[in-house]
């Protein structure tokens, strides 16, 4: 996956987590095409009592035991269908969230060489759209999201966007 992350760096970021009593850790990957970024519907407006939809980024929990690139490529191939091999990734950062204690690894994929990437309709992903900071349409994040944007730049730690 990336070159950064060897399985020695993996377990120490993991143990460095645990050290200081996170326990959850989490993968973003940020999904780019051109200056667009997959988002993913998070939560139902029929379920969440008529509420808009937030968006999130494709995300997964580490499951105990596995690596952080391991869970990369789980995320990559089970739920986006994407041969990680096709898209390298780069490995952006780790960020702790501090409601609920989560620290999230960001990675980013450059999928504009694929075309097709997430056009079909067998992913079972939700609800998703190509967006734009430059945009300009109101947008809800679902929590942890805004700042891992704001990791990257897309949004500033402020912004508001809803």
Not at 67 to 80: F, K, N, T, V, W
């Amino acid at each position: 996956m990336t070159d950064v992350l060897t399985v020695d760096v993996q377990r120490e970021l993991a143990a460095e987590a645990h050290r200081v009593g996170v326990v959850d850790l989490q993968v973003l990957v940020l999904l780019s095409n051109l200056r667009q970024v997959l988002l993913i519907e998070h939560g139902h407006p029929t379920l969440s009592g008529g509420s808009p939809p937030q968006w999130t980024i494709p995300n997964t929990f580490v499951l105990p035991g596995e690596l952080i690139c391991h869970a990369l490529e789980r995320l990559c191939c089970q739920q986006l269908r994407l041969d990680p091999a096709a898209c390298p990734s780069s490995f952006l950062g780790a960020t702790t969230l501090q409601e609920p204690e989560v620290e999230q690894y960001l990675f980013a994929l450059n999928v504009s060489a694929l075309p097709h990437v997430l056009t079909g309709s067998d992913l079972d992903i939700g609800a998703r759209r190509w967006w734009n900071i430059e945009d300009g349409q109101p947008m809800s994040f679902a929590p942890g999201i805004r700042q891992a944007l704001a990791s990257v730049h897309l949004l500033s730690p402020t912004e508001s966007l809803v």
